[in-house]
């Protein structure tokens, strides 16, 4: 939270090279002034709406359903005081939903990480295959409709199901961008870098460099793009193995949209590595994460 949208300069002349715990918002940050520490952002708030709507649903995810429970978590933010919620392909997409453009072409111009960031529930729900590609594309169509967009989705849901069937967070890299080829092909093309390739790349890129995170900020990139962020994510998840807390101190470090990298490689490596990997906790009781957590894998296994 404290360095969301933040230069990694910067980040590193207030918390250091690598940040060490759970900080309160800055004074004067555009986004989380104020904030006490372990306050979660909207990448959390979004997992959680998508996750209880899928387990409401069976499964299931009703695109126009989740279009309006999306602008009704905005409204409830903003009376919270929080501003800059939705990101811009989210924001377009609903505009165009309420004035009547049907859920697969709201999305069709989508191709920053707003699916991939919450689409955690999703790969604890389902298991790896092409059915988890089907729930994927569900979940994101009505604000992500590109293939770049579902290809970083896919990506983030397929190692998280393999997370939760035992694969370490190494054997999570192919797995995920065998995901991120198949998903790519479900959306509407963009000129963008692909980003199955953009994965491998870049949990290569980083072994052995001195300075690994200066060279995810330099050249994997940590910007809203997904093929930015999202390999930004596994290249932060092959610095931190199997740790998922320093997976996320990683992540909230390396500048940019850092709360997103460090949403999507959290729960990677938190579905690999399990819960009480984690020596801390941030202000959650509100989203009832545990109980989310026990009914998406009710789902799962049909329990």
């Known amino acids: 939270m404290p360095t969301e949208s933040t230069p990694r300069a910067e980040i590193v002349e207030r918390y250091g090279v690598l940040v060490d715990r759970f900080h309160p918002g800055a004074p004067g940050h555009p986004l989380a002034a104020g904030l006490p520490a372990g306050s979660v952002t909207d990448d959390t708030e979004q997992a959680a709406l998508l996750g209880w709507l899928m387990v409401e649903s069976g499964g299931r995810v009703d695109p126009r359903e989740l279009g309006r429970r999306l602008v009704a978590w905005e409204a409830t933010m903003r009376e919270r005081g929080q501003v800059g919620l939705l990101g811009p392909s989210t924001k377009r997409a609903l505009a165009a939903l309420a004035a009547g453009a049907a859920p697969e072409e709201a999305g069709r111009s989508g191709t920053t990480n707003g699916a991939a960031m919450r689409i955690a529930p999703v790969g604890v729900a389902v298991p790896v295959g092409d059915g988890l590609v089907d729930r994927v594309v569900e979940a994101s169509l009505v604000t992500h409709g590109t293939g770049v967009a579902l290809a970083g989705a896919a990506a983030v849901a397929a190692a998280v199901s393999a997370g939760?069937?035992?694969?370490?967070?190494?054997?999570?890299?192919?797995?995920?961008?065998?995901?991120?080829?198949?998903?790519?092909?479900r959306g509407r093309w963009v000129a963008a870098a692909d980003v199955a390739a953009r994965i491998r790349w870049a949990t290569k890129l980083v072994r052995g460099e001195r300075e690994p995170v200066e060279t995810i900020a330099t050249l994997v990139g940590t910007g809203l793009a997904t093929q930015e962020s999202v390999p930004a994510a596994f290249a932060v998840l092959a610095l931190a193995g199997d740790d998922p807390w320093l997976a996320c101190r990683l992540g909230a470090s390396v500048g940019g949209d850092c709360d997103t990298i460090a949403a999507m490689a959290g729960a990677v490596a938190g579905a690999c590595c399990g819960v009480d990997a984690l020596p801390v906790r941030a202000n959650v009781e509100h989203l009832d994460l545990d109980g989310l957590a026990d009914a998406l894998l009710a789902l799962r296994t049909g329990s």
């Open 164 to 185: 939760i069937d035992g694969a370490t967070v190494r054997e999570t890299f192919d797995v995920a961008a065998d995901a991120a080829e198949r998903a790519a092909e």
